[in-house]
């Protein structure tokens, strides 16, 4: 048995040795293909970590408007964030924003980043066979070899310090170059122009129509640049890393073999993989912090434009305890995010650095412990230079890992920012067709009001104002009249009254396509022939001269041949000639609506109207703080400019420059007729003096009933 046994031993000797020698003659072989499969294996497994949520998304997601894919989370929760097909869908399409074509400047600068991200690494590289050659000649004791390795390595410094430079200078200007792009089509769409028509207005339809974004100008603002920024770190953050795993694995399989790399390739990956499922949402913590970040800002901002009422009311510590429960939300937040980062950045460092660090000095220790087939034995000198730069490439590609793997977080939380920016965009793309989500009182839910909601009105260009069956409804669902008709001809001025509530504003806000048409027939000059004078006023930022000319700019009234000299004459129309010098001349500056009274602002707004000479005027109490003198004077003026006036006013002075009237009641009724100002206003003074007199009866009747009492007691 002993002697079978030795011969089996040697038996299997002689075929290892066999299997040796033909491995080691095919060896070359083995090492391209192994080597191949790397590359692939790499960019295969970075593709699949990054998009692994894709399938599982897009099988959870069911089909939606215009095919889109929501993560909208259940109401009083935020929406699902991640790495997956949504994310990735929402990328390309701002991609196709950010980089609009090959010749782009925003493509220039993504190809000169690359070059000089593949240049850095071909540095490294040869930093890398450089250390081994400097430890190598200190080693062997050669003075002269040690002076010009140190020479070769001062002279490297250049061209990489270079290099750095210019890639942290390449990677801020492509992000610049993306908010830049980014930010013009968003204000682009949510400003609109005069040639959108209906599909415009989209910053008003948005806080007024819409309740999915209460913080567009956050957006705007902050979220554009974080997501710009993010967008212009991960691309060095993912490609450099991903490039420099392929070459410095190659590099180094060429010096202890691609079968122990293959090999240290398995265990990281399996320590990836479960470091990968410890991650934590890290996407949806960034779209969080956003969301409440916002709501923060939109508590302060309500504060200050409601400043005088919170004051007037002494509402200070309520005001305070909603700001403190708003930030105490946002840290709150930011405590779970930090405490998430504290444990995840352990085990992530101990993983990465430690574990992965020990199995690499297991791998360059092969060459010296085991005979590898095909690598000739070799002194202490050639040794120790093969470990130094065996060890510096393992380094460098273990840090470059690592950076793939801190990449999935980078790209979790650019997925959290891609949300926020596709959720503006998807939003206004859905008012421009006329697509609300908006909260609707109780009674939206009857059928009959529903039936009414869910209708859509027909709009007419036409020089007169005509409605025929047309609902009037707040955005909220609140049906004001069922039905509204009327027909207004140029130079026929209207006169709307009507208790608080009951529909004049929405009337106009329909004139001015600012609200949808929910059924009927809408007959109306296009928006731009309205002009609207509210009770106080719009004054921009800016000029004198600009708040008489709003919105045009000195350009634009030079361009159709007004000079200031003619706007001093529309000035003087409404008693405003001496604003001009006392406030420094047309071009000085001003925080308008602190300067200029009440009724100074209003005359301003009727020499804006003046200026343009629109077809139509909406008058909503646009007189209420200007003498009755002054009134007069501008209600006739308007008339022989050939402006028609739609107004709303409960002075009974202006009653006599109207024809029409339209007196809604309140209950959902409206009264449309020819106006007699004289014989309603003798109608008016009988009701007050009648008003009068009903309210001296409890007088009367107290002291009857003391006369009463006194003829009794006689």
Same mark, same amino acid.
């Given at each position: 048995?002993?002697?079978?046994?030795?011969?089996?031993?040697?038996?299997?000797?002689?075929?290892?040795?066999?299997?040796?020698?033909?491995?080691?003659?095919?060896?070359?072989?083995?090492?391209?293909?192994?080597?191949?499969?790397?590359?692939?294996?790499?960019?295969?497994?970075?593709?699949? *970590?990054? $998009?692994?949520?894709?399938?599982? &998304?897009?099988?959870?997601?069911?089909?939606?408007?215009?095919?889109?894919?929501?993560?909208?989370?259940?109401?009083?929760?935020?929406?699902?964030?991640?790495?997956?097909?949504?994310?990735?869908?929402?990328?390309?399409?701002?991609?196709?924003?950010?980089?609009?074509?090959?010749? &782009?400047?925003?493509?220039?600068?993504?190809?000169?980043?690359?070059?000089?991200?593949?240049?850095?690494?071909?540095?490294?590289?040869?930093?890398?066979?450089?250390?081994?050659?400097?430890?190598?000649?200190?080693?062997?004791?050669?003075?002269?070899?040690?002076?010009?390795?140190?020479?070769?390595?001062?002279?490297?410094?250049?061209?990489?310090?270079? =290099?750095? *430079?210019?890639?942290?200078?390449?990677?801020?200007?492509?992000?610049?170059?993306?908010? =830049?792009?980014?930010?013009?089509?968003?204000?682009?769409?949510?400003?609109?122009?005069?040639?959108?028509?209906?599909?415009?207005?989209?910053?008003?339809?948005?806080?007024?129509?819409?309740?999915?974004?209460?913080?567009?100008?956050?957006?705007?603002?902050?979220?554009?640049?974080?997501?710009?920024?993010?967008?212009?770190?991960?691309?060095?953050?993912?490609?450099?890393?991903?490039?420099?795993?392929?070459?410095?694995?190659?590099? +180094?399989?060429?010096?202890?073999?691609?079968?122990?790399?293959?090999?240290?390739?398995?265990?990281?990956?399996?320590?990836?993989?479960?470091?990968?499922?410890?991650?934590?949402?890290?996407?949806?913590?960034?779209?969080?912090?956003?969301?409440?970040?916002? &709501?923060?800002?939109?508590?302060?901002?309500?504060?200050?434009? #409601?400043?005088?009422?919170?004051?007037?009311?002494?509402?200070?510590?309520?005001?305070?305890?909603?700001?403190?429960?708003?930030?105490?939300?946002?840290?709150?937040?930011?405590?779970?995010?930090?405490?998430?980062?504290?444990? #995840?950045?352990?085990?992530?460092?101990?993983?990465?650095?430690?574990?992965?660090?020990?199995?690499?000095?297991?791998?360059?220790?092969?060459? %010296?412990?085991?005979?590898?087939?095909?690598?000739?034995? %070799?002194?202490?000198? $050639?040794?120790?230079?093969?470990?130094?730069?065996?060890?510096?490439?393992?380094?460098?590609?273990?840090?470059?890992?690592?950076?793939?793997?801190? $990449?999935?977080?980078?790209?979790?939380?650019?997925?959290?920012?891609?949300?926020?920016? &596709?959720?503006?965009?998807?939003?206004?793309?859905?008012?421009?067709?006329?697509?609300?989500?908006?909260?609707?009182?109780?009674?939206?839910? +009857?059928?009959?009001?529903?039936?009414?909601?869910?209708?859509?009105?027909?709009?007419?260009?036409?020089?007169?104002?005509?409605?025929?069956?047309?609902?009037? %409804?707040?955005?909220?669902?609140?049906?004001?009249?069922?039905?509204?008709?009327?027909?207004?001809?140029?130079?026929?001025?209207?006169?709307?009254?009507?208790?608080?509530?009951?529909?004049?504003?929405?009337? #106009?806000?329909?004139?001015?396509?600012?609200?949808?048409?929910?059924?009927?027939?809408?007959?109306?000059?296009?928006? $731009?022939?309205?002009?609207?004078?509210?009770?106080?006023?719009?004054?921009?930022?800016?000029?004198?001269?600009?708040?008489?000319?709003?919105?045009?700019?000195?350009?634009?009234?030079?361009?159709?041949?007004?000079?200031?000299?003619?706007?001093?004459?529309?000035?003087?129309?409404?008693?405003?000639?001496?604003?001009?010098?006392?406030?420094?001349?047309?071009?000085?500056?001003?925080?308008?609506?602190?300067?200029?009274?009440?009724?100074?602002?209003?005359?301003?707004?009727?020499?804006?109207?003046?200026?343009?000479?629109?077809?139509?005027?909406?008058?909503?109490?646009?007189?209420?703080?200007?003498?009755?003198?002054?009134?007069?004077?501008?209600?006739?003026?308007?008339?022989?400019?050939?402006?028609?006036?739609?107004?709303?006013?409960?002075?009974?002075?202006?009653?006599?420059?109207?024809?029409?009237?339209?007196?809604?009641?309140?209950?959902?009724?409206?009264? #449309? =007729?020819?106006?007699?100002?004289?014989?309603?206003?003798?109608?008016?003074?009988?009701?007050?003096?009648?008003?009068?007199?009903?309210?001296?009866?409890?007088?009367?009747?107290?002291?009857?009933?003391?006369?009463?009492?006194?003829?009794?007691?006689?």
């Amino acid at each position: 048995m002993a002697v079978l046994s030795t011969q089996q031993s040697q038996a299997v000797k002689e075929r290892f040795a066999q299997f040796t020698k033909v491995y080691a003659a095919h060896r070359p072989a083995v090492q391209r293909t192994l080597n191949i499969a790397f590359v692939f294996y790499v960019l295969g497994s970075t593709y699949f *970590s990054l $998009s692994g949520g894709s399938r599982k &998304s897009q099988a959870g997601d069911g089909p939606t408007k215009k095919g889109r894919a929501t993560k909208r989370g259940e109401p009083g929760k935020p929406a699902k964030v991640a790495v997956d097909a949504v994310f990735y869908r929402r990328l390309g399409q701002i991609l196709r924003i950010v980089i609009p074509g090959i010749r &782009s400047k925003e493509a220039l600068l993504l190809f000169m980043h690359s070059s000089l991200l593949i240049f850095r690494t071909a540095i490294s590289l040869y930093v890398a066979a450089l250390d081994g050659k400097i430890v190598a000649s200190l080693v062997r004791a050669k003075p002269l070899e040690f002076f010009w390795n140190i020479v070769r390595w001062l002279l490297v410094a250049v061209p990489a310090t270079w =290099t750095n *430079s210019w890639l942290s200078y390449v990677q801020n200007k492509l992000a610049i170059a993306y908010r =830049t792009r980014l930010t013009k089509e968003i204000i682009k769409q949510y400003l609109g122009d005069e040639d959108q028509g209906s599909e415009g207005k989209v910053y008003y339809k948005l806080a007024n129509l819409d309740d999915r974004i209460k913080n567009p100008d956050q957006m705007i603002t902050h979220d554009i640049q974080r997501f710009s920024t993010h967008l212009a770190a991960i691309y060095s953050n993912l490609a450099k890393p991903v490039l420099d795993v392929i070459l410095y694995n190659y590099q +180094l399989s060429q010096n202890v073999g691609a079968e122990g790399l293959m090999g240290l390739t398995f265990l990281v990956n399996g320590t990836a993989v479960l470091l990968r499922y410890l991650t934590p949402p890290f996407g949806m913590y960034a779209a969080l912090s956003a969301q409440l970040a916002g &709501s923060l800002r939109h508590t302060h901002s309500r504060l200050a434009e #409601f400043s005088e009422e919170v004051a007037f009311m002494g509402g200070e510590n309520t005001e305070k305890l909603l700001v403190e429960r708003e930030y105490a939300g946002v840290m709150e937040h930011e405590h779970r995010i930090l405490n998430s980062r504290w444990w #995840f950045g352990c085990i992530e460092e101990g993983v990465i650095k430690w574990l992965w660090g020990s199995f690499g000095l297991v791998l360059c220790a092969i060459p %010296v412990f085991f005979k590898v087939p095909g690598i000739q034995t %070799v002194d202490l000198g $050639s040794r120790t230079e093969g470990f130094v730069t065996n060890r510096r490439l393992l380094l460098s590609s273990s840090d470059a890992f690592g950076r793939v793997m801190y $990449s999935y977080k980078d790209l979790a939380e650019l997925a959290g920012y891609t949300a926020r920016v &596709s959720e503006l965009l998807e939003t206004m793309e859905d008012i421009r067709a006329g697509k609300y989500e908006k909260a609707l009182v109780s009674t939206a839910s +009857l059928e009959e009001n529903g039936k009414i909601l869910r209708g859509r009105g027909q709009i007419i260009e036409s020089e007169d104002i005509q409605f025929e069956n047309v609902p009037i %409804v707040t955005p909220n669902g609140d049906i004001l009249v069922r039905s509204l008709s009327f027909h207004v001809t140029p130079g026929q001025h209207l006169l709307i009254v009507g208790p608080n509530g009951c529909g004049k504003s929405s009337l #106009f806000r329909i004139l001015g396509g600012l609200w949808p048409v929910y059924g009927g027939v809408v007959r109306k000059p296009p928006a $731009s022939q309205f002009i609207l004078i509210p009770q106080r006023p719009y004054l921009s930022l800016g000029t004198l001269r600009d708040q008489v000319i709003y919105p045009h700019s000195k350009t634009d009234m030079e361009a159709r041949g007004t000079t200031d000299a003619e706007l001093m004459k529309i000035l003087a129309m409404v008693q405003m000639e001496g604003v001009v010098e006392r406030e420094g001349g047309w071009d000085a500056a001003r925080e308008w609506r602190e300067s200029l009274s009440g009724g100074d602002q209003q005359k301003i707004a009727w020499a804006r109207l003046f200026y343009h000479c629109p077809k139509y005027a909406v008058l909503d109490e646009a007189t209420s703080l200007v003498p009755l003198e002054v009134e007069g004077r501008m209600m006739e003026h308007a008339t022989e400019l050939g402006i028609t006036l739609l107004t709303v006013s409960h002075r009974p002075s202006l009653w006599k420059y109207h024809s029409l009237i339209l007196h809604y009641d309140g209950q959902g009724g409206y009264i #449309f =007729t020819k106006l007699d100002a004289e014989k309603r206003l003798a109608l008016q003074e009988e009701k007050q003096a009648l008003e009068s007199k009903l309210l001296e009866v409890p007088k009367m009747r107290e002291r009857l009933a003391e006369l009463k009492a006194l003829a009794a007691e006689e």
